[in-house]
Every structure is written in structure tokens, then in C-alpha cells.
């Protein structure tokens, strides 16, 4: 989609705008639909709109701009050490040594898996994208951690609906001149088939399935998660696209799911 046919802020609009639709009619759709939530509920829903939808968004698209998608990869894959360090600090609970050890070997999976053969051996400057991901990782880390409490005492769609809802009106004036700049009659149809897998797919159920993990999971372990991507990447590539799987590809698949055995452990 970009940038043939969408900048970075006419995807974030239409992302959020798209998603948050959906959550809203599923919602209303839902028998046990509930009414406006008190102010302090609300306050704590624009927070998470903030961290999770307005910064995460916008921080990612700005920073993957500016730096490589190397770099936006090695800086995402310390998000479960940012959650672990991020629960210490807010909940003061203390991780086992499983959960530390499963972490560590999840990173460093996820790190060989993303990092050309000649990637670490060349030292470079950190450049203002990278800042922006970095940036972008941390909101994203705070938003599982106080997330967690409120995926565990209200249901799915009606927290979705709220921080989207938020998230939108915090972008809107951002991007809302972008989103009216849109020449639609330039979409091919595999355009539209993307779009759509975009809206549906990339964010509402990602951020509906991340909502239900939280319930019964530990923010760490979710966040643990997500270093699966680059495995998933690479197996698709070698099924479909018949790209070559060497022995360091292979070694840092498992060591990503040995992390993700190790945090879940108890």
C-alpha cells in the first residue's frame, strides 16, 4: 500500500477509523451491551488510546520513515524486556527466573532472525527513526502493562470501541487532510483486497486477540508473543517463496520458542 497508493497518515486514519467501526457495531450488536462508562474509567481509556493507538501509531509510521526496517525490527523485539522492566516498576512484582531467561532467548531469536549476515558487525550512528521506534516500543509497552486490569473487568468490544474512539479523535487532526487527499480511482483491486486486510485483519483482530490474550495472560508473556513474527515471516518464506532456511535461521526459531516456553512457565 505505501507508497504507491497511501502515505503513512492516510493508512493510520483509516486504520483506526476502519477498526474502531467495527468495534462500535459489534458492540451495539452485543445483548449485554453497557452504557457510557464513569469519568474515571474514561480517563483511564484515553490513556490507553493514547500509549496504544495515537503514539504507537503514529511514533511506528514516523519512525519506520526515517531508519531501516532492520533497525525498526532489533529495537520491537526488546518489547517483552520493556513490559517485564515496565510491571517491576508499576506492580513491583518480581519475575522468576524463567521468565528473565525465556525473555533473553526470545530476543536474541528474534534478533537473528531479523539481522542480515553483516548487520552486527558494523556500527552505525542511532539516527532520529530510531528514537521514534524506540519511542513507539515503550508506549506500546506501557499499554499491555496498564492495559491488563482493564481487559480483565470489562469485555473486549466495549474497551476497544472506547480506545479507538479516543484514539481517533487524538489523530484526526493529524491526518484527517491527509485522508481527504485519497485518489481512489488509482486503487487496482489487489489494492482494495489489501486495504481491507489492513482495517480487518492487521488491526481489528489483532487488537481484539491481544485484548482477549491479556485477560488470561501476563502482559510479559503477550508481549513474548509477538517475537513469533519474524518466525512467522521466515517460514512463510521458505513455503511459499522457496527461500533458503540456514542453520541460523533454524537455531533462532528456537530459541524464540524456548522463550516463549520458559515466560510461560510457572
Known amino acids: 500500500m505505501m507508497p504507491d497508493y497511501l502515505s503513512p497518515f492516510q493508512i493510520i486514519f483509516i486504520r483506526i477509523a476502519g477498526a474502531g467501526l467495527i468495534f462500535w457495531l459489534f458492540d451495539l450488536l452485543n445483548p449485554n451491551h453497557r452504557?457510557?462508562?464513569?469519568?474515571?474509567?474514561?480517563?483511564?481509556?484515553f490513556l490507553l488510546a493514547l500509549l496504544?493507538?495515537?503514539?504507537?501509531?503514529?511514533?511506528?509510521?514516523?519512525?519506520?520513515?526515517?531508519?531501516?526496517?532492520?533497525?525498526?525490527?532489533?529495537?520491537n523485539s526488546t518489547n517483552p524486556l520493556l513490559v517485564l522492566l515496565i510491571s517491576l516498576l508499576i506492580t513491583k512484582s518480581l519475575p522468576s527466573k524463567y521468565q528473565i531467561l525465556g525473555i533473553i532467548s526470545g530476543m536474541i531469536g528474534a534478533i537473528i532472525l531479523i539481522a542480515p549476515d553483516n548487520y552486527l558487525s558494523h556500527s552505525?550512528?542511532?539516527?532520529?527513526g530510531n528514537w521514534f521506534i524506540l519511542a513507539n516500543t515503550i508506549c506500546w509497552s506501557l499499554y499491555l502493562v496498564l492495559g491488563k486490569t482493564m481487559m480483565s473487568q470489562y469485555g473486549t468490544?466495549?474497551?476497544?470501541?472506547?480506545?479507538f474512539l479516543f484514539g481517533f479523535v487524538l489523530i484526526s487532526p493529524f491526518t484527517i487532510d491527509d485522508f481527504l487527499s485519497?485518489?481512489?480511482?488509482?486503487?487496482?483491486?489487489?489494492?482494495?483486497?489489501?486495504?481491507?486486510?489492513?482495517?480487518?485483519?492487521?488491526?481489528?483482530?489483532?487488537?481484539m486477540l491481544i485484548t482477549i490474550g491479556l485477560k488470561s495472560m501476563p502482559p510479559q508473556l503477550v508481549a513474548v508473543y509477538t517475537n513469533?513474527?519474524?518466525?512467522?515471516?521466515?517460514?512463510?518464506?521458505f513455503t511459499i517463496t522457496n527461500e533458503g532456511a540456514g542453520v541460523d535461521k533454524l537455531f533462532a526459531m528456537l530459541m524464540v520458542i524456548l522463550g516463549i516456553f520458559l515466560v510461560s512457565r510457572r
Not at 54 to 74: C, H, K, R, W, Y
Not at 124 to 128: Q, R
Not at 182 to 203: C, E, H, M, N
Not at 228 to 237: E, M
Request: aromatic fraction near 12%; glycine fraction near 4%.
Open 228 to 237: 513469533l513474527q519474524p518466525v512467522i515471516v521466515v517460514l512463510i518464506g
Open 182 to 207: 485519497i485518489d481512489i480511482s488509482s486503487f487496482s483491486t489487489k489494492a482494495w483486497f489489501s486495504l481491507i486486510y489492513v482495517v480487518i485483519g492487521t488491526t481489528f483482530l489483532a487488537y
Open 35 to 45: 452504557a457510557i462508562p464513569p469519568v474515571k474509567i474514561l480517563i483511564k481509556l
Open 157 to 163: 468490544m466495549y474497551v476497544m470501541k472506547w480506545i
Open 52 to 75: 496504544g493507538i495515537a503514539l504507537n501509531q503514529t511514533l511506528f509510521f514516523i519512525g519506520l520513515n526515517l531508519t531501516s526496517p532492520v533497525d525498526t525490527s532489533i529495537i
Open 124 to 128: 552505525s550512528s542511532i539516527t532520529a
